[in-house]
């Protein structure tokens, strides 16, 4: 099966700009989950959807970033405006959905802000 | 909320030898646990996980051990290879509706000399 296809891989953008992620999920994958990671840490849950509702965002920085799953399949993150302190690596995950089920994760898109 | 505590954050042994990576969490409420292998560049690949009820679980050269009441879980790799070299991360996860919120260990760099 194709797994979490993500894109683009990289993005420079100066802070104050604005960037938007894409993600598809594994077909048939009910639940969606991005993540921040950090160089040398593990990944941060920012958002975790059920088919197209929001079951945690928690730890979304709300005044900056912005997430949605059109349909239930694709979803896009986005964020403006950019902080230096948004360096990090944008991971996305998708699992059938359901409890105990493990997460697929796309490559990630690598965001470095000047 | 689940706080999880991954140690050592570098371990390096040489090939053929055994590694143990242990983990911590907080939340009583956690009950599945996987474990993730990421290389440079990729998103993180699950490599075996365990649930609640069973103690220990084994797949070729990996094994998980699980114990509840000190709250604590490791990952056992024998006889490891150069390939096992990678960032291994330990997650957390609880039940939330009708889906899991896990939380991530901030990894150990494993590091296999030939």
């Known amino acids: 099966e194709a797994g979490v296809a993500q894109s683009p891989r990289y993005k420079i953008i100066e802070k104050r700009q604005s960037v938007a992620f894409w993600c598809n999920p594994i077909s048939g994958h009910a639940t969606l989950y991005w993540y921040q990671q950090i160089l040398g840490q593990g990944p941060k849950l920012l958002i975790q959807?059920?088919?197209?509702?929001?079951?945690?965002d928690s730890q979304l920085p709300k005044d900056r970033f912005s997430a949605e799953r059109l349909k239930g399949v694709d979803s896009t993150l986005k964020i403006q405006p950019a902080k230096l302190e948004d360096s990090a690596v944008y991971l996305c995950?998708?699992?059938?959905?359901?409890?105990?089920?493990?997460?697929?994760f796309g490559d990630g898109t690598r965001l470095s802000i000047l | 909320g689940e706080n999880v505590e991954q140690h050592p954050s570098t371990l390096s042994v040489q090939e053929g030898d055994s590694a143990v990576i242990k983990c911590t969490y907080s939340?009583?409420?956690?009950?599945?646990f996987p474990w993730y292998k990421q290389e440079l560049g990729k998103g993180p690949q699950l490599i075996i996980d365990i649930r609640s009820n069973v103690g220990e679980k084994k797949d070729q050269r990996i094994a998980v051990t699980l114990n509840k009441t000190a709250k604590h879980f490791s990952l056992h790799i024998t006889e490891t290879q150069p390939e096992d070299s990678a960032v291994y991360f330990c997650?957390?996860?609880?039940?939330?509706?009708?889906?899991?919120?896990?939380?991530f260990g901030r990894g150990t760099s494993l590091i296999v000399h030939p």
């Open positions: 939340d009583s409420a956690s009950n599945y």
């Open positions: 995950a998708s699992s059938l959905g359901g409890t105990e089920q493990p997460q697929h």
């Open positions: 997650a957390a996860s609880k039940a939330s509706g009708g889906s899991y919120i896990p939380t």
């Open positions: 959807f059920q088919n197209n509702g929001v079951v945690d």
